[in-house]
């Protein structure tokens, strides 16, 4: 019903940036919240960031002051912009969206996850 496509992970130096985008797509009704979670091997996944549909943001502590999250809502996307990238921040990165899809209630939709790898 819903489908999340995921892009921007890559390799990149310690202390450069990276810009993630979700896109959201399908039997859309309303997108309620969007969010970011990474997840090593070994560990569980943990959130980044989310946004709310008033556009109301919580970040982890690891992340604040290096890592934005931003939504258009008429494009359905959602973006993490990660600066001062550390080798810490390396993990599979995976959207996550809050929506009503047509004939479903609130659901938790996730995305393949992207891999971003931070060399020190």
């Known amino acids: 019903q819903v489908q999340l496509v995921e892009s921007g992970g890559a390799l990149v130096q310690a202390g450069g940036s990276l810009r993630l985008s979700c896109v959201a797509a399908?039997?859309?009704?309303?997108?309620?919240?969007m969010g970011w979670y990474r997840q090593v091997p070994g560990k569980q996944r943990e959130l980044v960031a989310r946004?709310?549909?008033?556009?109301?943001?919580n970040y982890a502590d690891p992340v604040k002051d290096r890592f934005t999250i931003s939504r258009d809502g008429a494009k359905k996307t959602v973006y993490l912009q990660m600066n001062s990238l550390k080798s810490e921040d390396t993990a599979v990165y995976y959207c996550?969206?809050?929506?009503?899809?047509?004939?479903?209630?609130?659901?938790?939709?996730w995305g393949q996850g992207t891999q971003v790898t931070v060399s020190s």
């Open positions: 946004i709310d549909s008033g556009g109301s943001t």
């Open positions: 996550n969206v809050e929506a009503t899809a047509w004939g479903s209630s609130n659901t938790n939709y």
């Open positions: 399908g039997s859309i009704v309303r997108i309620n919240a």
